[in-house]
């Protein structure tokens, strides 16, 4: 294996790019009903994530990037099949994988494996890294007898780093480190063999020293295991970092996309240009002119149309009326933005005032 | 965003002096802060950036007297330099012969009452904890009001509390809000709120914006910056996001394993870190900007402080490690002649143990990657 860029990486798997995808959601929607304050009204209804749709290729990461309550973990949850879709679709290999019977959901979990933030809460505490790591291979029947199990949990203590293995294996995850515990969730992601990770802010609650070696680990496999994944987090350097391509979520829409280079170095939509001006840059020259107002809105009475609209210092009496449609730039990139016009979708043509509004249209 | 409020050889806020911090635990005594000494001038923002267990938080309850049993400090003195008038916050211009250094340390109870949210405040990391659910925020405020200034009147504290809640750019309006109705961003503003309450010299932050999103985060950070070049305090920012506190801070301690490694200003941090745990932790954060390449990091992890390594506690992690490394404790000194230049604990910068010239950022890359290149060689052997 050659010790190679994150950029490299892109133009290969660019070149992988004309394969099919292994995972896709198609128009995901998650609403959640809540207890009303009213005894006999209407039971309230999060909007947590609105007609979101991406690929997962094997080899490749896809960036998912909002703040808290902005739908990210929802989305990972659904894929994981641990909600189930209000609407939309799930593909596995092209073919749907919705409510099916119980050993058709073992299978898809074996196919896809999900790692948690938190490895504190993630590892039973009460079982040692032989029980954590066994359980999945015979559960997935991936280990033929004890000797077989052992053999294979030493292969997979040694593929996260965590050597030498034979003095992990009776260890309890009180006994290991912040960093090492992750390590051990990744063991147990891997353990059953999957196509997909889904990694849910798998470094944010590590050590800041630790971050990164963790972080280079999951890219190694994403390279050696042409492993697909999902990146969620919420600090867009590491995304630009992690993964090939990057998808920002706002308080459950959509609203920007594509390779992740062109989303942060040109990004579109004014929310990803508020989320890139917040974050720290060590080599910003001055306090960037930072304009934000409000907060994010309660996705239970959401704001209609865009929802970024209330906190949009560009916003016009159209942003409030409905969603706008796609936009492309060109290269995979685009956005939900009527800065930019009413985009691809089919939308009435009555609006076309605001065209004239926006700024020069790139492209 | 820095640039000096303080004005240079006047008389410092806060000195620190070889303060240490023992827990003493059945297993043994784990030693949290060892020999930390800082100075702190007057309207200085100073970064503590360290890792969990680094004993940033420690070093920030032990110079405002928070700790409590297993917690002892076992030695040292935190100077607190006093202002001669007080005439409110706004008008700073003390020119009257100064009053006695106290040493926060040795004051009594009674004394460290007077001090406490006069002179000195702190604000924590968990705004939900840190406020009172069943109180609202007027009287969260107008109660350090009604203990520390008892001749106020009502209607003066509600004055005075619509004051600080403008300040922080929270609407007067929410002044009858409870926390549980004030999103995170709202509810550290009310905490900065109270901590500003009595105009203090020095507010201590422990980790204050961690738990909020990044836009909140950088509204907050500037709001502080703002309030802090209006009002004049001193700053210590705790945090383990040193990518911050190179925006923030005016000087920024490194701390590693309960001690003191590296203190420069922001500027000469950034440009050339001294102790190879800088630079690693400068290179441990991917940018959004630049060239993406693969980033190395630190091998290993932070030790656990009941068993830390001998001599320099980072020598297991280090790739520029020598013969001395494990032995002996390196002291913090300056790294060169010059008297501006960084404090740093390395033994590459003493000539009487290393004969190679101080480590450049070049050979710090180079050492790293080859760790880093070895490590994963390591695994696949």
């Known amino acids: ?363 | 965003m820095s640039n000096g409020v303080f004005t240079a050889g006047a008389r410092p806020l806060l000195e620190i002096k070889r303060v240490s911090v023992d827990y003493r635990a059945e297993s043994g005594t784990v030693h949290a802060l060892t020999d930390v000494s800082l100075t702190l001038e007057r309207g200085q923002i100073l970064g503590l950036a360290g890792e969990s267990g680094s004993g940033k938080s420690t070093l920030g309850y032990a110079i405002t007297r928070l700790l409590k049993p297993p917690a002892e400090i076992t030695g040292g003195e935190a100077l607190y330099y006093p202002r001669t008038s007080r005439q409110g916050m706004g008008t700073r211009n003390g020119a009257a012969p100064a009053p006695a250094a106290v040493d926060v340390l040795k004051l009594t109870p009674g004394q460290l009452r007077g001090l406490r949210w006069k002179e000195l405040a702190i604000v924590f990391q968990s705004a939900m904890n840190a406020l009172n659910p069943v109180i609202d925020i007027a009287a969260q405020i107008t109660d350090v009001l009604r203990t520390h200034q008892p001749g106020l009147s009502g209607r003066q504290q509600r004055a005075r509390a619509i004051e600080l809640l403008r300040l922080v750019g929270i609407a007067p309006d929410r002044l009858h809000s409870f926390p549980h109705e004030l999103s995170g961003g709202m509810r550290q503003r009310a905490i900065i709120a109270i901590a500003l309450a009595l105009g203090p010299e020095l507010i201590i932050m422990d980790e204050p914006t961690t738990a909020l999103d990044v836009v909140v985060q950088r509204e907050i950070l500037m709001q502080l910056i703002g309030l802090r070049n209006d009002l004049g305090f001193s700053v210590i920012f705790i945090t383990h996001d040193l990518s911050l506190l190179l925006e923030l801070a005016d000087k920024i301690a490194i701390m590693y394993a309960g001690r003191v490694v590296e203190l420069a200003t922001r500027d000469e941090l950034k440009r050339l870190p001294r102790h190879p745990y800088s630079y690693g932790m400068l290179n441990s954060f991917p940018t959004i900007h630049g060239e993406r390449r693969r980033m190395v990091g630190i091998p290993g992890a932070p030790p656990d402080l009941r068993s830390v390594p001998s001599g320099c506690s980072f020598h297991p992690r280090c790739p520029l490690a020598f013969a001395p490394c494990d032995r002996v404790v390196p002291a913090l000194r300056q790294a060169a002649a010059e008297r501006s230049d960084p404090a740093v604990a390395c033994h590459r910068y003493d000539p009487a143990l290393s004969s190679a010239p101080p480590p450049t950022n070049d050979e710090f890359a180079a050492r790293y990657a080859a760790a880093y290149q070895a490590a994963r060689e390591g695994r696949r052997a």
């Open chain 1, 1 to 363: 294996m050659t010790h190679s860029s994150p950029a490299e990486k892109t133009s290969a798997a660019d070149r992988a790019d004309a394969g099919a995808p292994i995972l896709e959601a198609v128009g995901l929607r998650k609403y959640f009903s809540v207890r009303g304050s009213k005894l006999f009204g209407p039971r309230p209804v999060v909007h947590a994530v609105e007609d979101t749709s991406f690929a997962l290729y094997p080899g490749r990461a896809l960036a998912l990037v909002g703040e808290s309550g902005s739908g990210k973990t929802t989305v990972a949850r659904m894929l994981a099949r641990l909600y189930q879709p209000t609407a939309g679709a799930l593909l596995y290999r092209g073919a749907p994988a919705t409510n099916e019977s119980r050993s058709a959901l073992l299978a898809y979990r074996r196919h896809v494996q999900m790692i948690f933030q938190d490895p504190f809460s993630s590892l039973n505490s009460n079982h040692n890294v032989r029980y954590i790591l066994g359980r999945p291979l015979r559960l997935h029947r991936h280990a033929r007898n004890r000797r077989d199990e052992r053999e294979r949990i030493i292969t997979l203590l040694n593929t996260v780093s965590l050597s030498p293995a034979e003095q992990f294996i009776e260890k309890y995850p009180h006994q290991l480190s912040g960093g090492q515990r992750q390590r051990v969730a990744i063991a147990r992601a891997l353990a059953t063999r999957p196509e997909v990770l889904l990694a849910d802010e798998p470094v944010s609650m590590l050590d800041v020293s630790i971050r990164l070696d963790v972080l280079n680990l999951l890219l190694d496999l994403k390279e050696r295991e042409r492993l697909a994944f999902l990146f969620i987090t919420h600090d867009i350097a590491s995304a630009r970092y992690f993964a090939e391509e990057t998808l920002v979520m706002y308080a459950g829409q959509t609203v920007e996309g594509g390779p992740s280079d062109e989303v942060i170095q040109r990004p579109k939509h004014p929310y990803t240009q508020l989320l890139i001006s917040a974050a720290p840059d060590p080599n910003r020259a001055e306090a960037a002119p930072f304009q934000a107002r409000g907060d994010i809105p309660s996705l239970i009475t959401p704001p209609s149309g865009c929802r970024f609209h209330p906190r949009c210092p560009h916003a016009m009496p159209v942003c409030r009326e409905r969603f706008p449609g796609r936009t492309t730039f060109g290269g995979g990139h685009w956005a939900h933005c009527f800065l930019y016009g009413e985009g691809g979708s089919a939308s009435d043509a009555a609006a076309t005032q605001t065209t004239a509004l926006s700024p020069a249209r790139r492209q």
